[in-house]
């Protein structure tokens, strides 16, 4: 079975703090994704990954940036962690794109 | 752009009937459609994948089927369970740019025992 494992499922932060997301999959997927998930507005693309180093900006990349220096790790990074990015946080990975999208547990995310 | 609809955006029927999810998207320039079920406060599990060039997949009891040509897709779910309440959610996957997925708000379902 596909695992993908977020570090943390709940996280509190201040504004202004530098937060970091991590995100591993232990089946040498090429793909990696970040999505956030609100209320009404569904689930957005933030940025993605085709391979190591490799990053593309996805539908809302505003605020934040991204890591890949292995392949099986991709990191989420709020350079300013603001009120407005309170929301849950999803990571997803793929071989490839005829293969199933899979899912970490998400990690819930409050910026006070 | 791509834009997904889940209608209904919540369903319950009782334990036992037979039940249809409906899901369609605009633009039939797509590599795969996936349906996807989340439970409360958790990330989406993976239930069924259709290629573009399939018509339907089965797994238990659930049955996905795809009309690319209408925009269409239905998630048949045969003798529901307490345990099918969850959301459920379709996203395809586009052909042009990025092949990312584009997701429906989902579907909301209650089976009552």
């Known amino acids: 079975d596909v695992k993908v494992t977020q570090s943390s499922r709940y996280l509190v932060k201040r504004t202004g703090e530098k937060v970091f997301l991590e995100c591993v999959q232990d089946m040498d997927h090429e793909n990696m994704f970040w999505y956030r998930q609100d209320p009404g507005l569904g689930l957005r693309l933030i940025y993605f990954s085709y391979d190591v180093k490799m990053k593309e900006k996805g539908d809302i990349p505003e605020g934040y940036s991204v890591s890949r220096e292995k392949k099986e790790r991709f990191s989420l990074i709020l350079e300013s962690a603001s009120t407005n990015q309170t929301s849950m946080y999803l990571c997803?990975?793929?071989?490839?794109?005829?293969?199933?999208?899979?899912f970490g547990n998400g990690t819930r995310l409050t910026v006070t | 752009k791509q834009e997904v609809t889940q209608i209904p955006a919540a369903l319950s029927v009782p334990e036992g009937e037979n039940l249809v999810l409906n899901c369609s998207f605009t633009?039939?320039?797509?590599?795969?459609l996936q349906w996807f079920r989340q439970d409360p406060g958790k990330g989406l599990t993976s239930l069924l994948l259709?290629?573009?060039?399939?018509r339907e997949q089965t797994s238990g009891r659930l049955n996905a089927s795809l009309d690319k040509s209408s925009g269409r897709s239905t998630l048949y779910i045969a003798a529901s369970q307490p345990g099918d309440s969850a959301t459920y959610l379709c996203a395809v996957c586009i052909i042009q740019g990025a092949q990312k997925l584009v997701f429906g708000q989902g579907t909301r379902l209650t089976i009552n025992p």
């Open positions: 259709i290629q573009s060039s399939q």
């Open positions: 997803a990975s793929r071989p490839g794109v005829e293969s199933p999208l899979h």
């Open positions: 633009d039939s320039a797509i590599y795969n």
